[in-house]
């Protein structure tokens, strides 16, 4: 638990590390860009999980929305950094969010039933609440691009709709 | 029977029926943009049919509960006929935060 503690609040801080005073800290466009489609793509693969693993229908409809919503806003980004002609640069806080999703993954990989569907959906709380937080008071701010600006910004109302779901989904379950 | 006679009878009673439609039937457009129904209030009548066009590269719904819900796939429309008044309040099932408005009247 420390360990998945560790990597889940290295993951917020590096999030939030840019966030600082030096202008030089903030992520470029193309990192940006990988860290949205990072991120989304470890909800993606969350909701497979659960999908495969939950027999709960308020869970399940929650995980295929996950993945129907996702998947559509990846591919904008995708369309959009090709249209922009920006390759995506992998860097530390993708690298922080994959290794704690890694960690999670494991984690609910040992977990079924109802122990499952509380840890999947309270993790998916937290961690559209963790992202929101980066797209407003860093990703949004930092991005250049008007495009990538107003992705983004699409993205935030529709993930802070997510993250009311899960919190929606948790208290069904409680 | 394809006498004149009776073209001109049934052409009249083609006519006839065309008339006595409601002449002002139209199609409403709705714009679902950014998860925003646009826009989110409309006034009808029964007859009218409601069009969504969905700008979004999301799935998105226009459902009233208990009711119609018609599918809205990504960056396509879909529509609904009005048949009978009221006031219905809709929204996406995907995503209940977008909500529309609809006065059907008479």
Redesign the interface.
């Known amino acids: 638990m420390t360990i998945r503690m560790t990597a889940a609040a290295a993951a917020t801080a590096l999030l939030f590390a840019a966030h600082g005073a030096l202008a030089a800290d903030k992520p470029t466009d193309p990192q940006i860009a990988h860290i949205a489609y990072t991120a989304g793509l470890l909800d993606i693969e969350a909701a497979k999980q659960a999908i495969a693993t939950s027999k709960n229908k308020a869970v399940v409809e929650f995980a295929e ?1 996950m993945v ?2 996702h998947e ?2 990846n ?2 980004a995708l369309d959009l950094a090709k249209k922009l002609n920006v390759t995506p640069e992998d860097n530390d806080t993708s690298k922080a969010l994959s290794q704690a999703a890694e960690e999670k993954r494991q984690e609910l990989a040992k977990l079924s039933g109802a122990a499952f569907d509380k840890a999947y959906v309270e993790n998916e709380v937290a961690y559209h609440r963790q992202v929101n937080g980066a797209l407003e008071t860093l990703l949004i701010p930092s991005a250049q691009n008007g495009e990538l600006k107003s992705l983004l910004e ?1 993205g935030l ?2 993930f ?2 997510h993250q ?2 899960a919190e929606h989904v948790a208290t069904e379950l409680k | 029977m394809s006498t004149p006679v009776y073209q001109a009878a049934l052409a009249t009673l083609l006519l006839g029926a065309a008339a006595a439609a409601p002449a002002e039937a139209k199609t409403i457009r709705v714009t679902v943009d ?2 925003v129904y646009t826009p989110a209030d409309i006034e009808a009548k029964v007859g009218d049919v409601i069009e969504w066009v969905n700008k979004d ?3 998105h719904t226009a459902t009233i509960k208990g009711g119609a819900d018609v599918e809205l796939p ?1 960056e396509q429309s879909g529509r609904l006929l009005l048949q009978e008044a009221g006031s219905f309040d809709y929204i996406c099932r ?4 977008m909500k529309g408005h609809i006065n059907v009247r008479p």
Do not use: E, S
């Open positions: 929305g129907r919503d559509a806003v591919k904008q699409t109302k529709l802070r709709g009311q779901h | 950014r998860l590269p999301l799935v990504a995907y995503h209940p935060n």
